[in-house]
Structures are given as structure tokens and as C-alpha cells.
T-cell receptor, first 110, second 113 residues
């Protein structure tokens, strides 16, 4: 079945790197996504990776995909207080509905 | 370009009452999706419209939920009668084409007492 898992919390110091991990089960997923939700706001698409890629970098964000282990990670370099939010990974398979994880709450402290 | 809007932002109702949530997608987006997040758990898919037609309603929890999209523009999601376990945040998203980026609204927080 389809299932996406994430750790619930991550706390990092400002300026350090954050790594948020995600595991998924649907090997037919074509796209994997990272969404960010700030308080009171909707889900904002941060980045995505196509399933035939291993890595994608976009400014401070690096996405790593290990298809063999069905493991996805999001690294945020030089984490800032404005990065504090809930981060959701999601997969999209043959249908275009998104399957989300539980979300990881990132807290950045000075 | 205006984003996806949802109304109301919050709704507090008593068990057994009826609530209707509204979503206005981005203009020109034929695809409209409803999702919900219950009790801090994962965000789950409810259903997908293509224009006014229901393409996939496999995530609708039961027949107390009714979604419509008259004229292929805005959509409503009615819960009747509401139960305690319906509390959560209901998100709407839209996309221009299937398989493309889904743009999310801010969500409606529903509390059933």
C-alpha cells in the first residue's frame, strides 16, 4: 500500500544545516515533493524530484533520493529562523493524488 | 494571479450540525483537489474534480461528505451531519493540468464539538 513516513520533530540552531528524512513505499511514484507549511498558511511547494534522479539542488535546498531504500531527504543549508515550519514530503504515483507524510516540525533556535 | 482561496478560515460547529466549506481555485485550473489533515496526522486525499466531474473520490470517508463543483469553477464540500472525528484542516488545491504542480489554499480549520 501507499505510506509515507517522517519523523515528527527536528530542532536545529540557526546557521546549522537541517536534514529532514522521509521514507515511502510506492515504488511507482514518478515525482516526490517537499512542501512547507508556515503557521496560518497553505502548503507551499518547495521543491520536487523526478524519480529517475538521485539529487537536486536549488539554492539552500538539496534533495537526495535513494530509490533502492525508498528514502528521500531534504537538506536546508544555513538554516534561518524563517525556515521554522512544518515540512511535508509527498509522492505522486500513477494517479495525480498526492500521498503525504505526517509532516516534520522544524524549529530553529538562535 | 490570485491564489487558491478557501472560506471560511475557521468553523466551529456542534456535532450533528451541517457545515459547507468553499474553495475557489486559480482561474483556468480545471483540476481541483480536496485534502484534509486530521489531528496532526498526515494530509489525506479526499477527491479530485476535473472541471465539474468527479475524477476520483476514493478518499471520501463516508456518505456524510458531499462535494460539488457546479460549472467547473468553485467547489463546495458539505459535511452533514458533522461528527467529532471530522475535526481537522481541510485543504483545497488546484492545478492547470493533471500531474502538474498543485497549488494549495490556506485551509479551513473545522472544529466539531
Amino acid at each position: 500500500g501507499e505510506d509515507v513516513e517522517q519523523s515528527l520533530f527536528l530542532s536545529v540552531r540557526e546557521g546549522d544545516s537541517s536534514v529532514i528524512n522521509c521514507t515511502y513505499t510506492d515504488s511507482s511514484s514518478t515525482y516526490l515533493y517537499w512542501y512547507k507549511q508556515e503557521p496560518g498558511a497553505g502548503l507551499q511547494l518547495l521543491t520536487y524530484i523526478f524519480s529517475n534522479m538521485d539529487m537536486k539542488q536549488d539554492q539552500r535546498l538539496t534533495v537526495l533520493l535513494n530509490k533502492k531504500d525508498k528514502h528521500l531527504s531534504l537538506r536546508i543549508a544555513d538554516t534561518q529562523t524563517g525556515d521554522s515550519a512544518i515540512y511535508f514530503c509527498a509522492e505522486m504515483g500513477d494517479t495525480d493524488k498526492l500521498i503525504f507524510g505526517t509532516g516534520t516540525r522544524l524549529q530553529v533556535f538562535p | 494571479e490570485a491564489g487558491v482561496t478557501q472560506f471560511p478560515s475557521h468553523s466551529v460547529i456542534e456535532k450533528g450540525q451541517t457545515v459547507t466549506l468553499r474553495c475557489d481555485p486559480i482561474s483556468g485550473h480545471d483540476n481541483l483537489y480536496w485534502y484534509r489533515r486530521v489531528m496532526g496526522k498526515e494530509i489525506k486525499f479526499l477527491l479530485h474534480f476535473v472541471k465539474e466531474s468527479k475524477q476520483d473520490e476514493s478518499g471520501m470517508p463516508n456518505n456524510r461528505f458531499l462535494a460539488e463543483r457546479t460549472g467547473g469553477t468553485y467547489s463546495t464540500l458539505k459535511v452533514q451531519p458533522a461528527e467529532l472525528e471530522d475535526s481537522g484542516v481541510y485543504f483545497c488545491a488546484s492545478s492547470r493540468l493533471r500531474g502538474y504542480e498543485q497549488f494549495f489554499g490556506p485551509g479551513t480549520r473545522l472544529t466539531v464539538l
